[in-house]
């Protein structure tokens, strides 16, 4: 889930609470934004959520001749920030050093401008707009959970963010497990349904966490799901708030867990969001440990999914927690840019990728229409040469004939799916990035990706692939077709950002389909 785009828009306080008639208490805790441009502490308020809360963040500035310093904290998050400031015009960076998170003016004791891209008002904040403080729960003693029997291969289904975001509702997720069923999907290995945050309404007095309006009864749901062939995930968080606001298990973790295997959900993902602003990134360890404990006191076998973006190392430590996958990189994009740097992170973790843990480069975009078809191929050929989980992000009711065939692919589905669990690793020439995945027949899968601007010809041989016997027959993937090495080579054009994938079978285990031979 993606680190929330503000809606900011006016809370309306009234002239007089502004300016420097307010009382020397107001004043002391707010300042006074009259007179003194743009240092003192702001607040700006957004929509109402789904839940009936507001958005809300507060943003203490201080400046310094041209420069600009301070802090910007919502619910689910607290950072530094810093910028400049020319005339009444500011410019300000937050999470993102490479382009300003706050771009606006100064105006009638009032910030106004862009704010993460959206338009937002600012205030200057009274003593009721503080962010709520969170007691701190301290995290449990470190100790190593077992392996939860789950996920031997990568997991594979749907999930609502990347298309639905913050609007999706309980009609969405039926309408989505219709489509994995109608669409053939189901039967190809997407079996998981996962609602993506902004299902959270409130706790009730015992303290049980219920839906918001959006979802009015999740066992209903999960019952649904299951009546289609299908399993069904859903989202939380260790820090009191998830990435756009909603409640989520802090303090509540035993409780959450048994909630939701009452429901009968089958999958969870647990994303750090606002735990960022209570624990250090060296306790993130044992924060995660506290929902695995959790899920398996709950009695219920659930697929345990780490959102942590990365940090502290997670690969050395996810499954000690019982997790069966755990995110390597920051959220993708549906851009080439964002997608080919999450999957060159992954490299360097080719050893912890094994049958019930798996490194997780975030899900697909295919379909999304922010790449062309050669890239989300590429995606979906390197993703399955990684031993990724394969998490649909698309609007599932309007695929087109291209999406399904590229998510439809069984014979790359194998590959991720291959029972070995070994991920790939890559070797480059140039524009030219080659992943070899070994596989549990003896064979291998050859990724060959053109990062390059222009077509390049890819040449494969098979002394590179560190086969234990010479291999009897190729096949192209994409093509469906057999391919011939010649000498131990073989050549073919590759276009810019587009993938040559290959599977090379051995003479023991796979014959040439068809009666077709090739020479080695």
């Known amino acids: 889930m993606r680190k929330k785009n503000w809606r900011i828009v006016d809370k309306g306080y009234g002239a007089s609470l502004r300016v420097c008639g307010l009382s020397l208490g107001s004043m002391l805790f707010i300042g006074c934004a009259y007179g003194q441009g743009i240092t003192g502490r702001w607040v700006t308020y957004g929509k109402e959520l789904w839940n009936g809360q507001r958005e809300q963040a507060v943003i203490v500035l201080n400046k310094q001749g041209s420069q600009i310093s301070g802090t910007f904290e919502s619910l689910t998050g607290k950072t530094n920030i810093h910028g400049t400031m020319v005339g009444k015009h500011f410019e300000i960076f937050a999470w993102d050093q490479r382009t300003p998170s706050l771009i606006g003016d100064v105006a009638d004791e009032e910030l106004k401008g862009l704010m993460f891209g959206r338009p937002f008002i600012a205030k200057v904040a009274l003593p009721q707009d503080e962010i709520p403080k969170v007691e701190y729960i301290a995290p449990p003693p470190l100790h190593k959970l077992p392996y939860n029997g789950l996920a031997k291969t990568p997991p594979m289904g749907w999930n609502s963010w990347n298309y639905f975001g913050e609007n999706v509702s309980e009609a969405d997720i039926r309408a989505a497990a219709d489509a994995l069923v109608s669409s053939g999907m189901r039967d190809a290995g997407y079996i998981y349904v996962n609602i993506d945050g902004t299902w959270e309404g409130s706790r009730d007095s015992e303290g049980h966490l219920l839906p918001n309006k959006k979802f009015k009864d999740i066992a209903a749901l999960a019952d649904y799901v299951h009546s289609k062939g299908l399993k069904i995930g859903i989202y939380s968080s260790p820090g009191p708030y998830d990435c756009a606001g909603y409640p989520t298990s802090y303090g509540h973790e035993q409780?959450?867990?048994?909630?939701?295997?009452?429901?009968?959900?089958?999958?969870?993902?647990?994303?750090?969001?606002?735990?960022?602003?209570?624990?250090?990134?060296?306790?993130?360890?044992?924060?995660?440990?506290?929902?695995?404990?959790?899920?398996?006191?709950?009695?219920?076998?659930?697929?345990y999914s780490l959102c942590e973006y990365g940090r502290d190392d997670v690969e050395n430590w996810g499954a000690d927690v019982s997790g069966n996958l755990w995110r390597t990189t920051d959220d993708i994009r549906d851009t080439w840019d964002s997608m080919i740097g999450n999957l060159d992170k992954q490299a360097a973790f080719a050893r912890f990728a094994g049958p019930g843990h798996w490194n997780d480069p975030d899900m697909l975009e295919i379909g999304n229409g922010g790449m062309t078809r050669d890239e989300y191929?590429?995606?979906?050929?390197?993703?399955?040469?990684?031993?990724?989980?394969?998490?649909?992000?698309?609007?599932?009711?309007?695929?087109?004939?291209?999406?399904?065939?590229?998510?439809?692919?069984?014979?790359?589905?194998?590959?991720?799916?291959?029972?070995?669990?070994?991920?790939?690793?890559?070797?480059?020439?140039?524009?030219?990035?080659?992943?070899?995945?070994?596989?549990?027949?003896?064979?291998?899968?050859?990724?060959?990706?053109?990062?390059?601007?222009?077509?390049?010809?890819?040449?494969?041989?098979?002394?590179?692939?560190?086969?234990?016997?010479?291999?009897?027959?190729?096949?192209n993937l994409w093509t469906h077709e057999e391919v011939q090495f010649q000498a131990g080579k073989y050549s073919a054009q590759v276009a810019s950002h587009a993938t040559l994938l290959l599977r090379v079978f051995l003479a023991a285990t796979s014959p040439p389909p068809h009666g077709l031979s090739s020479t080695f």
């Open 377 to 475: 191929r590429t995606q979906m050929s390197l993703w399955a040469t990684v031993a990724a989980p394969l998490l649909a992000g698309n609007d599932l009711q309007k695929m087109t004939e291209e999406t399904k065939a590229t998510l439809l692919n069984k014979e790359v589905i194998a590959v991720d799916q291959d029972p070995l669990g070994k991920q790939a690793s890559p070797m480059r020439t140039g524009n030219l990035e080659t992943w070899i995945k070994p596989l549990a027949d003896g064979g291998v899968a050859v990724a060959v990706v053109n990062l390059g601007p222009s077509e390049a010809t890819a040449t494969i041989s098979t002394s590179d692939l560190q086969l234990h016997e010479s291999p009897a027959h190729a096949r």
């Open 255 to 303: 409780q959450d867990a048994d909630t939701f295997a009452k429901w009968g959900i089958d999958y969870l993902k647990y994303d750090w969001c606002s735990a960022e602003k209570i624990y250090r990134d060296d306790q993130i360890r044992t924060v995660y440990q506290r929902m695995g404990d959790a899920l398996e006191a709950s009695g219920r076998g659930i697929v």
